[in-house]
C-alpha cells in the first residue's frame, strides 16, 4: 500500500471513526445522567468534543501502529472510557444495563444514518469516492463498534449488560473477570476468535436489518 493511499485512506475514515467515539461514549454519560449518575457530566464527558473522548494510546497510537505494521489487515482500539460510578444509579444493577446499551445503540443509530446518506448520495447522483467511501467506511466503523463493544465479557459493554441481566450470584461471578477482561479481549482477537465467532456474524445480521429498516427510504428515494 503506497502513501497517498494510505493517506487516502485515513482521510476517509477519520470523520466517521470520529462520530463513533465521540457519539458513543457521550451516549454512556447521557444515559448515566438520566438514571441518576452525574459523574460524566460533571467532568464534562458529555460533549460531542472528540477531544474529551480521545485516548492518545489507544485512539491514535495503537491504531496507526497496527495498520502500518499490518498492511490495514489488522486494527485495534480503544477511547477514554466515560466514568460511571453505578453505585449512583438510582437502580443500580437494572440501570447498568442501559447506561451499557447507550453506546451501541448509539453505533447502530450512526450506522442507519451513513446508510441513509449513501442512499441519499446515490439518488442525487454524487459519484465522488471520496464521499460515497466515506458513507461505506461511516457504516463499517460503527458496525464494529456496535458489535464489538456487545461482546459479552467485562469491560466491554456487554459484559456489562450480562452482569445486569444475570442473578445476582453469577454476575458477582463474571464481575470479577473485568480487571482480566480487556487482556482477555485483545487475545481473542489476535487469535481471530472474536472476529469468527461473534464479530462477522453479527454485522452482517446488524447490516441486514439496517437493509430492511431503511427499506421504505430506498422505496421514496429510487
Do not use: C
Not at 465522488?128 to 458489535?147: K, T, W, Y
Amino acid at each position: 500500500m503506497d502513501l497517498a493511499q494510505i493517506i487516502q485512506t485515513v482521510a476517509i475514515y477519520a470523520l466517521p471513526v470520529l462520530f463513533a467515539i465521540t457519539v458513543h461514549e457521550a451516549a454512556h454519560g447521557y444515559a448515566a445522567r438520566h438514571f441518576g449518575d452525574p459523574t460524566a457530566e460533571r467532568l464534562g464527558r458529555i460533549t460531542l468534543n472528540p477531544m474529551r473522548h480521545i485516548d492518545p494510546i489507544g485512539t491514535i497510537a495503537m491504531p496507526l501502529l497496527l495498520y502500518f505494521a499490518t498492511a490495514g489487515a489488522f486494527l485495534f482500539g480503544y477511547a477514554k472510557p466515560v466514568p460511571v460510578n453505578f453505585g449512583r444509579l438510582r437502580h443500580p444493577k437494572r440501570d447498568m444495563v442501559w447506561v451499557a446499551l447507550a453506546g451501541p445503540a448509539a453505533n447502530l443509530a450512526q450506522a442507519m444514518a451513513w446508510a441513509a446518506a449513501g442512499y441519499l448520495l446515490v439518488a442525487l447522483g454524487v459519484q465522488e469516492p471520496f464521499f460515497n467511501g466515506m458513507a461505506r467506511a461511516g457504516i463499517l466503523v460503527n458496525l464494529v463498534m456496535f458489535a464489538f463493544n456487545l461482546f459479552p465479557l467485562p469491560p466491554l459493554d456487554g459484559g456489562r449488560i450480562l452482569v445486569g441481566l444475570l442473578p445476582m450470584r453469577p454476575a458477582m461471578t463474571l464481575s470479577r473477570v473485568e480487571p482480566y477482561g480487556f487482556f482477555i479481549v485483545l487475545a481473542l482477537v489476535v487469535t481471530g476468535v472474536v472476529s469468527t465467532l461473534w464479530l462477522r456474524p453479527l454485522m452482517r445480521i446488524t447490516a441486514q436489518a439496517i437493509e430492511w429498516l431503511l427499506t421504505p427510504l430506498r422505496w421514496l428515494l429510487f
